[in-house]
């Protein structure tokens, strides 16, 4: 069984351009949550989705984030217009769906560098 | 609106002495506890988790983490530690109020264990 997928590792963006992150969570799970991390500092909660349906986004900036989890394909985090503080690393994580609270399981994360 | 602290950046600890690692939280209702472990330029990985039950649960790497209600808090534990330890912990917190609730995460605190 194949952990959460994340890709690509690494990422480099100039100023103005699109980064899109992608994200497969493990085979049956249906809950995918993203998160920020900037160099030497905890995790930032950014959105949680279920398929099709955003549950929770906020902790996601207004303006030039998005974020998806398609019926079908890999959950999207989106930034549009990127700057130089978008840098950071982006962390999905995912979880099955139930009445029984499971951990996450995480992905190796996208490092983004916004030049 | 949930928390999880971490009161300590960094704890430095001999190879060999038990080490603690602190977390406090903050949610309503009962609350689903989480200890995490990130080696550098990785991902996390899911140590061991406290959802109801014995208020003492063991994990993964010998850690375990006592879960005490009337001080909200959380620690991580280990009786003897071991230079492979040497990472950042995150401690997270999910409410249990609903099946739908985001996971929130603490600052993370630095673990260096000396030879």
């Known amino acids: 069984n194949a952990g959460v997928m994340q890709n690509p590792r690494h990422l480099v963006r100039r100023r103005g351009q699109e980064a899109r992150l992608r994200c497969s969570p493990m085979k049956g799970h249906s809950h995918v949550y993203w998160y920020r991390q900037l160099p030497e500092e905890g995790l930032k909660f950014m959105v949680y989705l279920q398929k099709e349906n955003i549950i929770d986004e906020s902790g996601m900036p207004k303006e030039r984030f998005s974020a998806e989890f398609p019926k079908e394909g890999p959950s999207i985090l989106r930034i549009q217009q990127v700057v130089r503080g978008d840098s950071a690393a982006y962390f999905c994580?995912?979880?099955?769906?139930?009445?029984?609270?499971?951990?996450?399981?995480f992905g190796q994360g996208t490092r983004l560098t916004v030049v | 609106a949930q928390s999880v602290a971490q009161p300590e950046d960094q704890v430095n600890v001999a190879e060999g002495n038990p080490l603690t690692v602190k977390c406090t939280y903050s949610v309503s209702g009962n609350p689903y506890l989480f200890w995490y472990v990130q080696y550098p330029n990785r991902g996390l990985q899911f140590l061991l988790k406290y959802i109801t039950g014995d208020n003492l649960v063991k994990g993964s790497y010998g850690f375990e983490a006592e879960f005490n209600k009337s001080q909200t808090s959380f620690h991580l534990k280990k009786p003897s530690a071991l230079v492979s330890d040497s990472a950042l912990y995150f401690c997270?917190?999910?409410?249990?109020?609903?099946?739908?609730?985001?996971?929130?995460f603490g600052s993370g605190t630095r673990l260096s264990i000396r030879p």
């Open positions: 997270a917190v999910r409410p249990g109020y609903s099946s739908a609730s985001k996971i929130i």
């Open positions: 994580a995912s979880s099955p769906a139930g009445v029984v609270v499971t951990e996450a399981f």
